[in-house]
């Protein structure tokens, strides 16, 4: 059952209640009410295209009780689309540690990427030593990486990072 009202200036116009069973006539109704209303499934491109950079953040602060001298932490992030090309260790790098500026040429505030690269920019780090951007198991994925880092003395630690990743 579904009952429509419509205000107008201050007015409520009732309109007539209809019953309906099933998606089709659901579907009718919406037609006829709005006869000029199109939806059409969202759906964002297969993967990234050539040149395009995606940015996003990385990164965490384990309980304080939760890491020991030494403890590895990692850290991971999802692409917001698929990358066109499957990423690797080689090319997941974290900004003055495994990358290069030739690679990694931006910074925290403004990340960049050469194409084909994920760049980590470090911007809020604690009792925290930073190991390498990762893809798990040496294996390849084209969704997402990880950022890998070891609590120093154990205690609180964290590290925040800004990423870019540019399509090849």
């Known amino acids: 059952m579904v009952a429509l009202a419509l205000v107008l200036g201050g007015t409520a116009v009732a309109a007539t209640t209809v019953t309906y069973l099933t998606k089709t ?9 709005a006869p000029t209303l199109t939806v059409k499934k969202a759906r964002g491109p297969a993967a990234l295209a050539s040149g ?3 940015y996003g953040t990385i990164g965490s602060q384990p309980p304080e009780t939760g890491t020991g001298a030494g403890d590895e932490i990692g850290d991971n992030a999802s692409l917001p689309f698929r990358a066109p090309v499957a990423l690797d260790n080689e090319h997941v790098q974290i900004a003055g ?21 994920v760049c980590i920019y470090p911007y809020s ?8 951007g990762y893809i798990w198991s ?3 994925s084209k969704y997402g990486f990880q950022m890998s880092w070891n609590s120093a003395s154990g205690g609180l630690s964290y590290v925040f990072a800004n990423w870019a990743y540019k399509a090849p």
């Not at 006539?25 to 009410?33: A, E, F, N, V």
């Not at 403004?110 to 690269?117: L, R, V």
């Open 25 to 33: 006539s659901g579907t009718t109704l919406i037609k006829h009410l």
């Open 52 to 54: 395009q950079t995606e």
């Open 97 to 117: 540690v495994d990358g290069t500026p030739t690679q990694c040429p931006g910074t925290a505030a403004a990340p960049s990427a050469a194409a084909g690269y």
């Open 125 to 132: 780090q604690s009792n925290a030593d930073l190991a390498a």
């Open 138 to 140: 040496s294996q390849t």
